[in-house]
């Protein structure tokens, strides 16, 4: 576990301020958007980070390399097994090309104009692409797993070198899951939870960050990641942890 968090903190420096700040979209879909994923996909990871950016929460569906539980949808749906593909229920709306999705979220959700980061959306792939190689395609293939009756919940935000390695799990084992962003808008918010508790420095969320409120309520902290399964209605911290538990309850 101490190179996975190693090599995953190097990811999330090599993308600086990506996947972590919130801007958020003043318009929330009413029914949850559907993304099949790879974790460790550089495109992938591009709509993650705008997902986090404007504190849009969906439901993931992890497809590894020979995966057999979700890649046959999207060939069904779209044609060809390519990932990333946005599936928007309220608009009827998929679509593959992680860029093109980027743009329409912003267009439909954030109802502003594409940041300049975006724009150079060539640099923003180049990026990504040195990210993920420096993870040297941890997790991408497929493990037996049994599929739980309700879909998992994980709070958290897409640059968090703790919450990678359980997204890479969840991926791993195709566990489809809600991801609950809780992207950062104070200064507190960028200290260690350890740090801010021995300063007492533990910041209340704003009123418009749902997911890190709840949180607050239920656990009187915010750390990431956090998992909640509602199908023991456990919940947990640590990325260590949440690993051992995906494997112990759901590996097959």
Known sequence: MATHIATSMVSTMLRASNGIQVDAAPVKPARMLRLYDIENCPYCRLV????????????????PKEGERFRPEV???????QFPYLVDPNTGVEMY?????VAYLYETYAQRDLPLKWKAGRLQTLGSMLASGVRMNERMAALP??????M???????SSPYARVVREQ???????????NCGRTQLREWLLPNLRESLNAEPEPEAGQENRRWLFEREGRV???YLYDPNSEQGMFESDAIVDYLEATYAA
């Open 48 to 63: 993650r980070e705008t997902l986090t950016e404007l504190d849009l929460d969906a439901e993931i569906y992890p497809c």
């Open 75 to 81: 060939v069904e749906r779209g044609g060809k097994a």
């Open 97 to 101: 090309e992680s860029l093109d999705i």
């Open 145 to 150: 797993s049994r599929q739980p009756e309700y």
């Open 152 to 158: 998992l919940e994980l709070y958290s935000f897409e």
């Open 170 to 180: 969840l991926c791993n084992m195709e566990l489809p899951y809600v991801l609950r």
């Open 223 to 225: 750390a990431i990641p």
